[in-house]
């Protein structure tokens, strides 16, 4: 039985663990927690999930001399992710990670092309991540591409409140999301465009109206892909409720707002919720064919729709790459995991079986 480390067992380390479990991996987590610690340990023995929680920090552990895993998998804070790959790295352990800062991300990618012996890949999860590879799979389908967009969202299912927001995740990845600036791919040309821009209106199903706008990091290396194909657009945007954008931009551009501040007030206006969807829209056309694919995960008694989509999503590839799928390769990107197309459906079918590609 192969075995993954698990890097965190916060909000979706346990999510990640139950994954992998499922997907014939012995689990070990590290979290320096104690607190966070007990409460995974506890929610996967709920759920029969016989893996190892050890209350250590990861970084004490190196070198690993004994055992090596066959996959670590970060679910730490974004800033501590180069430290931890470049470990993987000279330790020629497989290494993945969820991402969340585009620079970090691009730092990991240098460095694993530079001196990696085993794969390495970042950005994983939802958006980057498991919809990137979605895209990729449309792409392989179709003759000829000419744009790629990308659309995906975290919504409650009982939205409330002027933002109709809840919050899944750290409200300091939001800030990035809506604060940094974002790369699209406009007439064949990579372009810099201010995020919470964009916003155009579209329907959904089950769901009703909604609004999609540029935020940052969610294209990852999929820009990079397109760009070298001759994709002419290719860009990543956001879902809300209608009027979200406004609001966010008026806290953000208007009043200032801090990271802390901003924090503070998505605690205050929305809070964190359980009872969430997922909204995933993949569009993709060429000359004489297009490829559309649209998908709605709703939460249920274990997990959030995020833990599904982000620690599930991120337990697929990782499934991947510590089998040694992709062991020719070292910075891994999304086309790659799309290459071994009939492991990752089989694999999402598994733990998503609402997106049925």
């Given at each position: ?6 890097a965190?067992?916060?909000?979706q ?11 014939g991996?012995?689990v ?25 929680i050890?209350?250590k ?5 190196f070198?690993l ?9 970060s ?14 790295i000279?330790e020629?352990i497989r290494?993945c990670d ?14 694993a092309?530079?001196?990696a012996?085993a ?5 994983l999860?939802?958006a ?14 179709l003759?000829s591409?000419s ?6 969202g ?5 939205p ?14 939001l ?10 791919l406009?007439?064949?040309?990579a ?8 916003v ?5 199903d089950g769901?009703?109206?909604l609004?999609?706008?540029?935020t940052?990091?969610g294209?990852s ?19 809300r409720?209608?009027g979200?954008?406004a609001l ?13 501040a901003?924090?503070?007030a998505?605690?205050?206006a929305c809070?964190f919720?359980?009872e969430?969807q997922?909204?995933?829209d ?6 004489n064919?297009?490829?559309?694919r649209r998908f ?7 997990f959030t729709?995020?833990?599904k989509t982000?620690?599930?999503g991120a337990?697929?590839v990782?499934?991947?790459i510590?089998?040694?799928?992709v062991?020719?390769?070292?910075a ?11 492991e ?10 609402e997106?049925?590609?």
């Amino acid at each position: 039985m192969p075995t993954a480390y698990i890097a965190g067992m916060g909000l979706q380390g346990p999510a990640i663990a139950y994954g992998l479990h499922k997907l014939g991996f012995k689990v070990i987590g590290m979290e320096a927690s104690a607190e966070n610690a007990k409460a995974s340990r506890e929610f996967l023995e709920k759920l029969k999930v016989p893996a190892i929680i050890i209350e250590k920090n990861i970084f004490d552990s190196f070198p690993l001399s004994e055992e090596k895993p066959d996959v670590l998998v970060s679910s730490l804070p974004f800033n501590l992710n180069y430290r931890l790959a470049c470990l993987c790295i000279e330790e020629g352990i497989r290494y993945c990670d969820l991402g969340g800062n585009v620079e970090i991300s691009k730092l990991i990618r240098k460095k694993a092309e530079e001196s990696a012996k085993a794969p390495v890949m970042t950005d994983l999860g939802l958006a980057p991540g498991i919809a990137n590879i979605i895209a990729e799979i449309g792409y392989s389908e179709l003759e000829s591409c000419s744009f790629v967009k990308i659309r995906v969202g975290g919504l409650p299912v009982n939205p409330k409140g002027s933002l109709k927001y809840g919050m899944t995740f750290s409200p300091q990845g939001l800030y990035n999301e809506y604060k940094e600036e974002c790369l699209i791919l406009e007439e064949g040309k990579a372009k810099v465009v201010e995020p919470l821009t964009g916003v155009e209106n579209l329907h959904f199903d089950g769901v009703g109206e909604l609004e999609a706008f540029y935020t940052s990091g969610g294209i990852s290396n999929t820009l990079d892909s397109m760009l070298a194909r001759g994709v002419k657009e290719c860009w990543y945007k956001t879902l809300r409720f209608p009027g979200h954008s406004a609001l966010i931009r008026f806290l953000l551009f208007e009043c200032g707002l801090s990271i802390e501040a901003f924090s503070e007030a998505m605690k205050n206006a929305c809070g964190f919720i359980k009872e969430d969807q997922v909204l995933i829209d993949i569009e993709l056309a060429g000359e004489n064919s297009q490829w559309r694919r649209r998908f709605r995960i709703l939460h249920d008694e274990n997990f959030t729709a995020m833990q599904k989509t982000t620690g599930f999503g991120a337990a697929i590839v990782a499934a991947i790459i510590g089998e040694g799928k992709v062991d020719s390769l070292r910075a891994v990107n999304y086309a790659h995991i799309a290459g071994v197309g009939n492991e990752f459906k089989s694999y999402l079918s598994q733990l998503i079986p609402e997106i049925t590609l």
